[in-house]
């Protein structure tokens, strides 16, 4: 668990782990601010096509 109170279930991690490790800092970041913006308390693969929708204004 993250110091923001967020979890991150297996799917979510190895997405993010797909993500070059020169932007991964600052995905996860960017990721963590909307779901706690959401109310969420776990990061799952569902939720990161949700804010990733949101960020490209669908």
Known sequence: MADNGLE???DALAR?????SFVRGMAKGKIEKAAVALGETRVTAELMDKIKKEEMGG
């Open 16 to 20: 993010l782990e797909k993500i070059p």
């Open 8 to 10: 991150w279930d297996d």
